[in-house]
């Protein structure tokens, strides 16, 4: 392991999910100095969040203290500050509190945060899931709906609370709509006396015309399958065209309903328009095969916030966790090869702000070759409730138990951390046998509307008190 | 179990904590319909939110859905709501939402918040920790100052950054201090490149003579030595006079210090003012010797709410988890019986809120004699840092490792749920091996403030380069 040192060049990671990690442990021997700046302290697991968001596992289970990672890695360095605007000429970046950093190259690796197509009014009633704090707030909601129900008199407002909508048929909206009929139909299902869990309506909606739609069309009929056994509703073809506090418009068809979460689609980081460079529709910078800002050789875009075809399939790169880590694996070797080969890129000497980048060496070193960025696709897995999944790995497809088996290990090994590993098994153990979630905590948040009466409000004495147990009896 | 029964008489409970719990519980085979009310979903084994503070346990492991315990209790209904006044003539509960309940026997378990002593404008700056969301607040606070401590450049600053206070001598104070010592010390050493963690002060400042003021002299002397060893700052007789942004005064000193967490005093839930009865200094009801409140014999005080001496020693109940299940269980055996009696206490039959309650029984039935609360000291304990803690039980005294075993079996034992025991056992037990904490994400809360440069804000060309890498290694 490379010990810093003062005349080593100075790489910039912004961003601590699958990418910049990568990187910057590909770094570990090349010699640099790394420094990893995210505005969150944690290094976040996002394919459990779904189960953070029906109660299986406590927030800290899917969360990594990132300057934990980079414990032993001598020359990185990392810091806990939002980035806000980024400098390709002076090579400087501006943080929320006004201060900033210096870099000689640059990982942009922030990631992407959910996408109302333009509705961004929608965002306060059907809320994402991209961070834990998003994950947090619809567990809340979740929870909070069924607490709702048992106080509820009212026949129509108590459909209304157990009316759960998931806009978005990819994995996330798959395994959300699975997870939160199963808590309906299993965990909660003898705690509520005054209704009966097991009728909480999942409605599942997608634009497309099938679920899981980076995956093959028979993982996506199975996946159909699965969900419409346990009985989530599942609405394809159908576009959301209107979302309120109440409910949504899907086609025409107004559906009341208290608990709304959006998975339909996400855009990058809005970092990426600070470079300068061109984007598309979805934010993301168009880079060059090597993963470079075109005419910004030192400053590099990779997972999410990357927009790239692969150079041998033609295919566009998808936006998961294997691509980004591919990527950062990718670039971290292009800058330790050319740090080791002595090239420095030429800096503007004056007046930084606003002159061009000069993509030019500073010295005789020879450039050596980039190559590019080629995607390997190790496959892709999905689950559906309990004990269920799909999965295609080389070409094979599994369903059911074997391919659920399967997601598990795979989730379990690329959890980071030995203890998030052991306590996620342990979790993932006592929920699949009792049934029961160890984390079916409301916190945070305040209750999120006015409900409904427990008591009667009329009548005295007596007649008071029998009518009062009456309203508690009613829906047993 | 006996099933609900219209006929039966309403006990409603305010409340899941200890006490709340223990009465529904206790309630389990009589002839009632028990509604126990509480504005949180979960209970919450208190004692252990230190280490939630701390980084040691997440949220949910020392949180259990209140439903989730009374889901074979056929009797038992749980609200999750809000009570925001109590009529005791009318029988009636007003809830946050503007609808209510009706009882026929009250049981009032709201327990206690932080106390500032008339100084509520402390609060923003020294939080409390009475409920889940404190002890989050106080972890992402105590996490958050090492995090800017890395970003820091400036030594006056640093030192804030690194200066914790915690403001009263309880146990609730004692442990927290050693645990932040304690994080400082193991857990995070390895993890800061530009500061050493270990040089993190920790001020316990305790305005009596002694720590721990409810055990004996040789508990607290021994807790003051084992703080004192690992490094904890403890100043007895020391009163803290001004609490702001950025430090307290405390015996005209001023104290730089950018956390600070208050744990000097709590007072009681403030729907006691609600009852119309006389309260102590701390808002406590004072109650008859059966824990009723004078002249309302349907209505009982229990917990932290309650303040009254017991019958044979004369020494005040304790405001401890023990006594609140203890006083619990004996006005749940009362009402238990009085039920069993067919005893009815007569309600007023019209105009209710503005009479004076009718304490006569309305049929012919012998009110069984309700005896006096008793409260059995059964011992108490405290932890100081890292395996070490000072417990006394039935006169015996023990400290060090062996009453550390002991507070970690009995923690054990008390906390609600099978899920959460295996669970705080596991993560105990990584947390003590490998003296890392599973539990350190800083989430749901912005950065508490503007923090200071990573790299220079002077310079250009490779000038500034050296500039920026000469900062970062700067503290190493």
């Not at 501006?94 to 509705?119: E, K, P």
């Not at 300068?276 to 005419?295: F, H, I, M, W, Y």
């Not at 790169?317 to 950062?328: I, S, W």
């Amino acid at each position: 392991m490379r010990k810093p040192n003062i005349d080593s060049p100075i790489v910039v990671v912004i961003g601590g999910g699958f990418g910049g990690v990568s990187a910057v442990r590909a770094l570990a021997k090349a010699p640099v100095n790394v420094v990893l700046i995210d505005k969150e302290n944690h290094h976040l697991f996002q394919p459990l969040l779904y189960q953070v968001a029906t109660s299986v596992l406590p927030n800290s289970n899917i969360a990594f203290p990132i300057r934990r990672i980079f414990r032993d890695q001598s020359n990185a360095y990392v810091f806990n500050e939002e980035v806000v605007s980024i400098d390709c000429a002076a090579r400087r970046l501006t943080f929320a509190n006004q201060r900033g950093a210096h870099f000689d190259y640059l990982i942009l690796a922030a990631g992407a945060s959910s996408s109302y197509f333009g509705n961004d009014q929608w965002a306060q009633f059907a809320p994402g899931m991209k961070s834990l704090d998003d994950a947090t707030v619809i567990r809340n909601k979740i929870l909070r709906a069924f607490e709702d129900a048992e106080a509820e008199t009212d026949a129509v407002a108590l459909q209304e609370h157990l009316t759960f909508i998931v806009v978005g048929g990819g994995a996330t909206g798959v395994e959300l709509a699975g997870a939160i009929k199963e808590l309906g139909v299993d965990s909660l299902s003898k705690d509520y006396r005054r209704f009966n869990s097991k009728n909480a309506r999942v409605i599942l909606i997608e634009a497309g015309d099938r679920l899981l739609p980076s995956m093959s069309e028979s993982s996506s009929h199975a996946s159909l399958k699965a969900l419409e056994k346990i009985g989530v509703e599942v609405r394809l073809n159908q576009s959301v065209t209107h979302v309120d506090a109440t409910g949504v418009v899907v086609q025409g068809e107004r559906i009341n309903a208290n608990t709304i979460v959006w998975s339909a689609g996400v855009k990058a980081s809005s970092l990426g328009a600070s470079l300068g460079a061109k984007l598309d529709r979805n934010g993301r910078v168009l880079v060059e095969p090597d993963c470079s800002v075109p005419g910004t050789p030192n400053v590099f875009v990779i997972g999410d916030m990357a927009s790239m075809k692969c150079a041998k399939s033609g295919h566009a790169v998808p936006g998961v966790a294997p691509a980004a880590m591919q990527m950062g694996q990718f670039v971290a070797h292009i800058i330790a090869r050319e740090v080791r080969a002595g090239v420095r890129y030429a800096m503007p000497t004056s007046n930084a702000a606003n002159t061009t980048p000069n993509v030019n060496v500073t010295n005789e070193a020879q450039i050596p070759e980039r190559g590019k960025f080629e995607y390997f696709d190790k496959g892709s897995m999905a689950t559906i409730g309990r004990a269920k999944a799909v999965a295609e790995v080389a070409g094979l497809k599994f369903h059911g138990l074997i391919a659920w088996l399967a997601w598990l290990f795979v989730h379990l090994i690329l959890l980071v951390g030995f203890n998030n590993r052991i306590l996620v098994f342990m979790s993932w153990g006592i929920s699949y046998l009792t049934f029961s979630k160890g984390s079916r905590i409301i916190s945070g948040n305040p209750p999120s509307r006015v409900v409904s009466p427990v008591g009667s409000d009329s009548g005295t004495s007596l007649d008071q008190r029998r009518k009062a147990v009456e309203v508690l009896l009613k829906r047993m």
